[in-house]
């Protein structure tokens, strides 16, 4: 039997009714119900929409394959439903089981349409479960896809939380890079780094790497690239914290750092401090404890060094 | 993908530089570029607008808001019917001079771009494409 | 035609672009600029661009210009100012303004062309066995 003299066409239009029924009854137990995700009445809705979309397409004789244009509005509303749901927090299988679920009712109501001639109920059974395969899998792609984007804005969010630029001191700003760095989030950090040059006057900035295990070509070139652009502005920059594997990949990769370099954030401070004028000096025990303040090398209020 | 909006400009005296900066300008700022982006994107369009002018002879410039597949560009396309660039690769190679150079800056505008494509004869004129996506 | 206008202070000429310009208007700054160094034997050039929205390649080359000018006639040029997003176009724009000192703002612009200033003529001081003029 092929796909011409299928039942499955005539079965979806004159049961209808029975299906849509069966189904949602299925649907009715989701657990995307029970935690308030959707309503039921939302979720027979749903499953209305998508079975009189696959009525129409099954109409054509194509049952094999879905991804024709035919089955442009089923994909379409596949689509539009699991973005949704992926961004409102629905399970995998809160998704998959949407579609899947349909099985049932199509085999227990193809069952009863052959009950005179169950030979063909075999190839019926197969095709029916083909394509709702297809449909049920094409769901999940698109939930899977809404589930990333969620993701990277998270990811986003996260990055604007996770990597804040500290004023040091007067006139000093430092930037501790933690974690491995891909491209555009250097990019966005490096960004932020500029600007608050731009919002502290910031004369010098310490981009401290030590919490970064490795960098690769495009993440170093955006440094050299920040870097330069700092200098641009008129503040300079202090790299410190650069760990033996990474000098090696600098020089593998020929690249040139034309920046001072420090060990440590405390050896990067100290020389910031210098060049602003500035010093770290010990003031007169105060009951017993030494305190050290920095004060400007010249005396005067270090708070004056930002006029 | 088919382009959403267009506006065209003409591009053949100096003051229209200014001209091409501000409409790319409030292209930019409509379709919702980064700060950056902008920047860079007005920046090219500088470059290759005073291209246009200086060694083209004058042209005009089509600004297109473009949309595939969920992400949002502008192309800016620059035609003159002047001499054309005899030798592209060697131009392309030719980026600024700090002193008193030509430099066609069309190396750098490209550093600028997502997507960058020119067509030129000797003779028969150039057209430049810029696309920036957002 | 419009002009840009150029300021002095303590010994310095400053000059704040605040409007974006066309090429001619950028010929006739580099022009007035040269004129007015001479004219005041300024030791300093200060270029405000804090109000630039956008830097291409013509305006980098009138800076480069301005600073080679400058120099010829024994004076520093310091551009202040310059926008982030400024900042990274040039960067890969590729421009680089190898005469051209940098600063946050105006008051240290004034305070860097001071520093530059008194290295230069000890420089030459030591240079010509003068000691510092």
Known sequence: ?307 | MAPVRRETLPVRHADDVLRVRQLVRSWTLACKFSLVDQTKLVTAASEIARNTVIYGGGGELVVEALEERGRHGIRLSFSDRGPGIPDVEQALRDGFTTGTGLGLGLGGARRLVNEFAIETQPGAGTTVRLTRWR | MEQIPILKVEGCLLVSIQVDMHDQLAMALQDDLTRRVVETRARGVMIDISSLEIVDSFIGRMLNNIAAMARVLDAVTVVVGMRPAVAITLVELGLTMPGVHTALDVDRGLRLIRTLVAQADEETGARLGTGTP
Not at chain 1, 73 to 92: I, K
Not at chain 1, 194 to 202: N, Y
């Open chain 1, 1 to 307: 039997m092929n796909d011409q003299s299928s039942n499955l066409p005539t079965l979806l239009t004159r049961q209808r009714e029975r299906l849509l029924a069966d189904w949602q009854g299925l649907l009715a137990a989701s657990s995307a119900i029970r935690s308030g995700r959707i309503t039921e009445a939302e979720l027979r809705d749903n499953a209305a929409r998508l079975l009189d979309g696959i009525q129409n397409a099954v109409r054509t004789g194509n049952l094999t394959d879905i991804g024709t244009p035919e089955w442009a509005p089923v994909r379409q509303t596949l689509e539009d439903l699991s973005r949704s749901w992926a961004v409102n927090g629905f399970t995998p299988s809160e998704t998959a089981m949407f579609v899947f679920s349909l099985k049932q009712p199509l085999f227990a109501q193809m069952r009863e349409t052959l009950a005179k001639t169950p030979e063909g109920l075999a190839d019926e059974a197969w095709r029916i479960s083909m394509l709702v395969d297809q449909l049920g899998l094409y769901g999940l792609y698109h939930y899977m896809s809404g589930r990333e984007e969620v993701i990277k804005r998270q990811q986003n969010e996260l990055l604007e939380l996770s990597t804040p630029v500290v004023e040091l001191w007067h006139g000093i700003l430092a930037l501790p890079l933690i974690g491995t760095l891909d491209s555009s989030r250097t990019q966005t950090v490096m960004e932020s780094l500029l600007q608050a040059i731009v919002d502290t006057g910031a004369a010098i900035a310490i981009i401290d790497i030590t919490g970064v295990p490795t960098v690769d070509t495009l993440v170093a070139q955006h440094l050299i690239k920040t870097i330069s652009a700092a200098r641009l502005m008129g503040a300079d920059c202090i790299i410190s914290g650069i760990r033996p594997q990474i000098a090696q990949t600098i020089v593998h990769l020929g690249l040139e750092l034309n920046v001072v370099s420090k060990p440590t954030m405390a050896d990067a401070f100290a020389l910031a401090l210098r060049r602003t004028g500035q010093i770290v000096g010990r003031a007169a025990p105060v009951n017993g404890h030494d305190t050290g303040e920095a004060r400007r090398a010249d005396g005067r209020d270090p708070a004056d060094a930002r006029r």
